[in-house]
């Protein structure tokens, strides 16, 4: 049977620019959860920039015909790209783009690359701040540690006093507690809730109508019978 060339040419990519390599998401389900926490709220923090692109353990790729140069960020915050496309990989060649910002929930097996090979291809790519995150407090000097670009290299940024450092590129102070990490938006100091906790926001404002609604009903029946 003839192959459809836009199949032939999909089956080629693939091949040449893999989705997956087999390893799992993280290490532990205290990564995982982490993981899967932050992603959504980054991308609702950033829900109406059409062209920031949101993003986590999904293949980024900066040279074009090496498919071996990747790397699986945690997460990864891209300007400047359409944040409504479904993308299987992140070509840099491609998207003519490399991200702002990209944070690392390290661990025992990920610390020595995650300090080493991954922040100088970070470096190297341009990537405007790195952040590792460590929510077992066992592998980083301190659980939370940030990085940004200056003048091509990577400086250390300091946390304050409570361990907090601000991402001037995402607009966000990243707050280590314990094995969680919440960010904090700089525009209004609100801290960005994960999903669960916007559901049970709108539980509690749901009850609330209810509740109001019940007391018009019995407002308005009082008024009925004063009126007849």
Avoid: C
């Amino acid at each position: 049977m003839r192959i459809p060339v836009v199949a032939r040419i999909t089956t080629a990519s693939a091949a040449r620019y893999p989705t997956s390599d087999g390893a799992p998401m993280a290490e532990t389900q205290v990564h995982v959860d982490l993981i899967a926490s932050l992603l959504p709220l980054l991308r609702h923090f950033f829900r109406r920039r059409k062209k920031t692109y949101v993003a986590g353990n999904i293949f980024l790729y900066w040279e074009e015909g090496h498919p071996r140069k990747r790397r699986a960020p945690d997460i990864m915050v891209v300007k400047g790209v359409d944040a409504a496309r479904k993308r299987l990989h992140f070509k840099t060649w491609e998207e003519k783009a490399v991200p702002a910002f990209i944070l690392e929930v390290t661990s025992k097996k990920t610390v020595s690359e995650d300090l080493g090979a991954k922040k100088e291809v970070y470096r190297s790519l341009g990537v405007g701040e790195y952040f590792l995150f460590d929510p077992l407090g066992e592998t980083l000097p301190r659980p939370l540690m940030g990085f940004r670009l200056k003048a091509g290299e990577y400086e250390a940024l300091v946390a304050d006093p409570k361990g907090e450092i601000v991402s001037a590129e995402l607009g966000i102070r990243f707050v280590s507690s314990g094995s969680e990490l919440q960010l904090v938006s700089q525009r209004n100091g609100k801290t960005l809730l994960p999903p669960t906790e916007v559901y049970e926001e709108l539980d509690r404002a749901n009850k609330k109508l209810d509740d109001y609604a019940r007391k018009i009903e019995v407002l308005e029946a009082e008024l009925r019978k004063k009126q007849t």
